[in-house]
């Protein structure tokens, strides 16, 4: 098995019209792209890292910003380099998906009639390619950019949230307790605000109903991970030996995680009025009302299956990612108290700190906005975003890249390539602005949700959920790591998204 890519030739048409570029094999002895040497069958899985960025950065620094390789018999290509990234995701013909096997409820014949409208069988945003993913985005990016479902803006519900935590908060501070579990705290207001945007209820947090369905879905993901690994590559296998490879237990937390989602479309379609949009789901319930074309991805059942997988594609997508960073700003800035400072006086110096922190104060915040674009570089939530795929051969800086590549884009390595940051292990926000600081600049080399025609449909939400949680947290409470918890220093917890291992903190009240 060949572990390089195919060096592009360049032949002369016999009939002299026209130079055509043939991608084919390299002929030996030729100038091949180095890559890891794998093992038949089994690729290059022996030699990966349980953390697959670290693995993947260390062959950027070997063999280069395009690396191929093999995990089991599927050939992948790593990008370490932003300007090429840049450059491939911007194409329709690198922007296929893998198939993500995330499909376990269908029929066979649902299975026959998905690949023959759409080439394969997947439902939702993320794993899909062609006319349903780009009527599915179209229709998710309106919804969302043009949000004003119920009365509530998307800064004011986000708010409700950030409220809660705070008194939540509030109540360790009170007790002189350390907070323990941040993570959760977290992932249940950050859940909370997703679930109100796309079905419209609202739950406080400490509701057995929330914390039952994060849970469940924590736990489903969490399993999936741990589990899915080689499933993911070799699936047939799982479905030959359903219980020897785990494929049965994955199965079933597989529909537990969706069952979460069915409930609330279910009880959607039950109450909907066209006259009281309240929700993304009745914005699609009308949607599926008004379409004909028995061929669209809003047609009936089908339209059905999609809305339920849209919904997971929101929650997998945002929770876990969103948390991790407002995770990773507070560890970080109650670990470094002079960041915690500046941070503190840019906020008093913007609201007074007799009222809070609003996205309208955002761009008067510059030092804000560079401490938020180094923990997106230094943490790297997403160290290797979602892969796509190749629809057909391509030639990439003359190597060829196969149809059916899948391809991993290294973020970790980009915001850590020393070449680029010069001290790329050290936290120093003010790489992120001028020389005076008072300005924020921009890096091309910190691509924190994706770039090109797959890029995060999240982004705003994602950015304002951030912004309004840290700012305000931080307008409340000074903080500070707690020296009798658990010190690991900045090392990662490995799931869905980078997170520090855990740690506790100590809170103060800074209003009072
Ligand atoms: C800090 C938070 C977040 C980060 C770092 C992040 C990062 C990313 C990245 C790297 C991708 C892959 C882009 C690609 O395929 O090239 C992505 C895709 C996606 N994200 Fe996010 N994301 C975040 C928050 C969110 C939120 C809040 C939502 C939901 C509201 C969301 C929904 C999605 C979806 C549906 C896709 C797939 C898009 C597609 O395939 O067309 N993400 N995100």
């Known amino acids: 098995m060949s572990l390089t890519l195919a060096k592009v030739h360049h032949h002369r048409h016999s009939n002299n019209q026209s130079e055509l570029a043939i991608l084919s094999e390299p002929k030996s002895g030729e100038a091949r792209l180095s890559s890891p040497r794998g093992l038949p069958l089994l690729g290059n899985i022996l030699q990966m890292d349980k953390a697959l960025h670290m693995t993947f950065s260390k062959w950027a620094k070997i063999y280069g910003p395009v690396v191929q390789a093999h995990l089991a018999t599927t050939r992948i290509a790593i990008i370490s380099d932003h300007v090429i990234l840049r450059k491939i995701f911007a194409q329709t013909e690198y922007s296929g998906r893998p198939d993500f096997h995330s499909d376990m409820t269908s029929t066979p014949a649902e299975i026959a009639e998905m690949k023959k409208l759409y080439g394969k069988s997947a439902y939702g945003l993320s794993p899909t390619e062609g006319k349903i993913w780009e009527e599915l985005r179209r229709f998710t990016l309106r919804q969302l950019r043009d949000f004003g479902f119920g009365k509530q803006s998307m800064e004011e519900l986000i708010m409700v949230e950030v409220a809660e935590l705070i008194e939540h908060l509030k109540r360790f501070e009170v007790g002189r307790k350390p907070v323990t579990d941040l993570k959760e705290m977290s992932i249940l207001a950050v859940a909370n605000s997703l679930r109100v945007i796309v079905a419209g209820k609202r739950y406080r947090h400490d509701d057995p109903e929330l914390l039952n369905f994060t849970r469940t879905a924590e736990k489903a993901l969490q ?183 899948l391809i991993f884009p290294n973020y970790y390595f980009m915001h850590h390539d020393p070449a680029i940051w010069g001290d790329p292990e050290t936290f120093r926000p003010s790489r992120f602005l001028d020389k005076e600081r008072k300005t924020f600049v921009k890096n091309p080399a910190l691509i924190a949700f994706g770039t090109g025609r797959r890029v995060c449909i999240g982004e705003s939400f994602a950015r304002d959920s951030i912004f309004l949680f840290v700012t305000n947290l931080f307008q409340r409470f000074s903080i500070a790591i707690d020296k009798n918890g658990p010190d690991n220093g900045f090392a990662t917890e490995t799931g869905f998204a980078l997170v520090p291992k855990p740690f506790h903190i100590l809170l103060k009240d800074r209003l009072e």
Not at 245 to 274: C, I, M, N, W
Not at 375 to 390: D, I, Y
């Open 223 to 405: 399993d999936l991970l741990e589990n899915a690994g080689l499933l993911f590559f070799v699936p047939w296998l799982g479905k030959s030996f359903p219980r020897l490879t785990g494929y049965a237990k994955l199965k079933e937390r597989g529909l537990e995680f969706l069952d979460s989602f069915q409930k609330p479309v279910k009880e959607h379609l039950e109450t909907y009025s066209p006259e009281n949009i309240r929700d993304f789901i009745d914005a699609y319930i009308k949607e599926m009302k008004t379409v004909t074309d028995p061929d669209s991805p809003f047609y009936g059942k089908r339209g059905e299956k999609n809305l339920e997988a849209i919904f997971g594609d929101f929650y997998i997508g945002g929770t876990d990612t969103t948390t991790s960073m407002i995770v990773w700003m507070v560890f970080i800035l109650s670990k470094f108290s002079e960041y915690q400072e500046q941070f503190q006086n840019e906020i008093k110096s913007v609201t007074g700190n007799n009222r809070a922190c609003q996205l309208s104060d955002k761009s008067s915040m510059p030092f804000t906005e560079a401490l938020t674009a180094e923990t997106f570089r230094f943490a790297t939530v997403s160290p290797f975003g979602l892969q796509h795929r190749t629809t057909s051969d391509q030639e990439l800086n003359g190597f060829l890249i196969r149809k059916d590549t």
